[in-house]
């Protein structure tokens, strides 16, 4: 008897999730499409009827990842831009971003796995790049002459600090970066 469309889509996303907390807590080298099934709670020779290979799937992990984070939520009516900013930035840079205790921001953990993959990777990963800069530059117009170039170093910084953040094991420097970057992503926001 055929699966259902919304029962394929339902496996599909089951993947997509396991695939997303594998990558961003192992990397892609360390992640196996086995490893992936058995956290999905799949079999091997389902992963194929969804994605024809493993880097594939982690193209579309980077995509569904970011389409989980805080950033792509529409900004409550109660919030204005920069209040709303302020919130994402004091989130997106944090210990609970390095925890997991939040969506994993694919651009920050993923820097340097995705640095060595083929193109198609590479290209999937500037365009959620692209459209993190561009989401938080609409936001920021309303209240700042933030300007695109200025924009660039921001994300640069949030998404660098998180980075380094993780590779860190001094919880007190940890702790440090995270809130200097935040103030000076704030400060540069802020900036007419």
């Known amino acids: 008897m055929p699966r259902s469309v919304a029962h394929k889509q339902r496996s ?3 993947i997509l999730e396991s695939a997303v907390k594998l990558f961003t807590h192992q990397g892609f080298d360390n992640t ?6 058995n956290e999905a709670e799949m079999t091997r020779g389902a992963f194929y009827a969804h994605f024809s290979s493993k880097s594939e799937l982690y193209q579309v992990a980077i995509l569904s ?12 009516d109660d919030m204005d831009e920069q209040s709303w ?11 609970a971003h390095l925890d997991f205790d939040i969506a994993p921001c694919p651009l920050a953990f993923l820097t340097t796995d995705v640095a060595v993959r083929e193109p198609a990777v590479r290209t999937t990963y500037t365009k959620v790049f692209k459209g993190m800069n561009k989401r938080i ?3 920021v117009k309303s209240y700042s002459a933030c300007d695109e170039n200025r ?4 994300t640069a910084m949030m998404i660098g600090g998180v980075a380094v953040a993780r590779a860190l094991n001094d919880k007190a420097m940890t ?4 809130e200097s970057c935040k103030v000076v992503a704030q400060g540069l926001l802020d900036k007419d």
Do not use: F
């Open 12 to 14: 599909r996303q089951k």
């Open 32 to 37: 196996s499409i086995d490893q992936v099934m």
């Open 85 to 95: 900013l302020t919130s994402l930035l004091n989130g997106y840079l944090s210990t």
């Open 151 to 154: 924009m660039l170093a921001i």
């Open 137 to 139: 530059l609409n936001y």
């Open 65 to 76: 990842a970011a389409l989980n984070t805080r950033l792509i939520q529409q900004k409550p």
């Open 175 to 178: 702790e440090q970066l995270l």
